[in-house]
């Protein structure tokens, strides 16, 4: 059995990550899903610059982190209690533990599935 690895293979938007369609023909490939992804990583470029921050680094909400620490936290509980129970099933687990254990591995992986780091909404008014 092997396994496909889509991460690798899929163009993802550099701002927002989605998974860009595959550009067929000619000219310049596409980076952005959206204007609006274009627009906050431009903004996102401007205020690195002026905070002197260079390519590897990030600035991210507290909450935002705390919140992906927490979804990691629970994926990787979810990789010992299956590791656990296989092993406590032997070499022969039946369908069903099996499936028991793809589940909540799925329901465990779910939230970093869907998760989305959205560009922040624009502000209602710009001072002047």
Excluded at 1 to 13: D, G, I, K, S, Y
Excluded at 70 to 81: H, N, P, Q, R, T
Excluded at 96 to 108: G, I, N, P, S, Y
Aim: overall charge negative; some cysteine.
């Amino acid at each position: 059995m092997w396994f496909h690895n889509v991460m690798t293979e899929l163009v993802r938007c550099r701002w927002g990550r989605r998974a860009l369609p595959e550009r067929t023909g000619r000219g310049r490939k596409r980076e952005f899903c959206s204007a609006r992804c274009r627009q906050w990583d431009w903004v996102s470029r401007q205020r690195a610059h002026e905070l002197e921050l260079s390519d590897g680094e990030l600035v991210v909400a507290k909450a935002t982190l705390d919140e992906l620490h927490d979804e990691l936290y629970v994926l990787a509980c979810a990789v010992d209690d299956v590791e656990r129970d296989l092993e406590a099933a032997g070499s022969k687990p039946t369908a069903a533990e099996l499936r028991q254990a793809l589940d909540w591995l799925l329901a465990a992986a779910r939230p970093l599935h869907d998760r989305e780091i959205a560009a922040p909404d624009p502000p209602s008014s710009i001072p002047s």
